[in-house]
């Protein structure tokens, strides 16, 4: 399950780190200092593995993804992610 619990008034801010090129889109842990583990099925070529993630993210927190902006470090592996 994903763990971010969201409140609607206040902006959320996420560091997630990514594994592309992997076989599906899934989340797979939380790390000690809160750093979410994500895989990506898609190259990270393009913007496409940024889209990839948005997209997810929008589906399992059930928010729209315009709501979702990778702010920093967008092409490296770990991101930082603001919702809201």
């Known amino acids: 399950m ?3 619990l969201l409140n609607s008034n206040e902006k959320t ?3 997630i780190k990514v594994t592309t090129k992997q ?3 899934e989340y797979l842990s939380t790390l ?18 940024n889209e990839e ?3 997810f993210l929008a589906e399992v927190l059930w ?13 490296d592996t770990v991101k930082l992610v603001r919702i809201g």
Not at 38 to 48: D, F, N, S
Not at 63 to 75: L, N, Y
């Open 23 to 25: 076989p599906k889109t």
């Open 13 to 15: 801010y996420l560091r």
């Open 53 to 55: 993630l948005i997209r």
């Open 2 to 4: 994903f763990p971010p």
């Open 32 to 49: 000690d200092d809160g750093t979410i583990k994500i895989r990506i099925k898609a190259v990270p070529e393009k913007g496409k593995a």
């Open 63 to 75: 928010i729209r993804k315009s709501t979702i902006e990778i702010i920093a470090w967008a092409t």
